[in-house]
């Protein structure tokens, strides 16, 4: 078990272009969780995945945000048109079933640092 | 609208004393609640969680107790030692998904 991992660790774009973040979970993890970090804050939720499936979108997630988990293990989230206002850690989480008593315990990876020049 | 907040940034507190991080919720529809420790340059780290229905949870040094009357949750580490030195989060979930709050920086002196 290698854990949560992120790919890449730091992206450093200009404003305008397309950025892609991949995430590979912890293998059996069905869910899968997106957030963004900035600085002084603490994470935000912005969607998640069960298996493949897509459940829920923060209205944080603007029309050039995209998430996919394409075959219900790694996934991916693609920023297009990056303004600098998307500068920001990006945090994947995954979680396996919930136990008995019914908690989601979520994994988290690395992150990925973005900053948009 | 800020569902989870944490009004202390930071903390400081000598070696081998207690230290406790207090966080206050909204939303009463949360069923866990749950801290997570964060070193620089890492993704938060689980550390220990409270089912709504309970009012207290232990694990080692770290305990969490929740108020739900008052909607106040808090970890009580002790005793604290310098490499708990790290920013602490709390976050309430529903049907999985994390709602944190700003976090605290705890410093343990030696």
């Known amino acids: 078990d290698t854990g949560v991992s992120q790919d890449p660790r730091h992206k450093i774009t200009k404003r305008g272009q397309n950025v892609t973040f991949r995430c590979d979970p912890i293998s059996e993890h069905n869910r899968l969780y997106w957030y963004r970090q900035t600085l002084g804050q603490g994470p935000e939720f912005l969607t998640y995945f069960q298996n493949e499936a897509q459940l829920e979108k923060s209205r944080l997630l603007s029309d050039r945000f995209s998430a996919e988990r394409p075959k219900g293990s790694f996934s991916t989230l693609e920023i297009q048109r990056t303004e600098q206002g998307d500068s920001a850690m990006y945090l994947c989480a995954s979680s396996p079933p919930p136990g008995l008593a019914g908690l989601y315990e979520q994994f988290f990876g690395p992150g990925t640092r973005l900053t948009v020049l | 609208d800020q569902q989870v907040k944490q009004n202390s940034p930071s903390l400081s507190v000598q070696e081998g004393r207690i230290s406790i991080l207090n966080c206050d919720y909204t939303?009463?529809?949360?069923?866990?609640f749950l801290w997570y420790k964060k070193y620089p340059a890492e993704g938060p780290t689980f550390l220990i969680s409270?089912?709504?229905?309970?009012d207290k949870n232990e694990d080692g040094r770290f305990t969490v107790f929740l108020n739900k009357s008052a909607k106040h949750l808090s970890l009580h580490i002790v005793p604290s030692q310098p490499g708990d030195s790290a920013v602490y989060f709390c976050a309430g979930t529903s049907y999985g998904k994390l709602t944190f709050g700003q976090g605290t920086i705890l410093t343990v002196h030696p």
């Open positions: 939303n009463s529809m949360f069923d866990y």
């Open positions: 409270i089912s709504s229905i309970k």
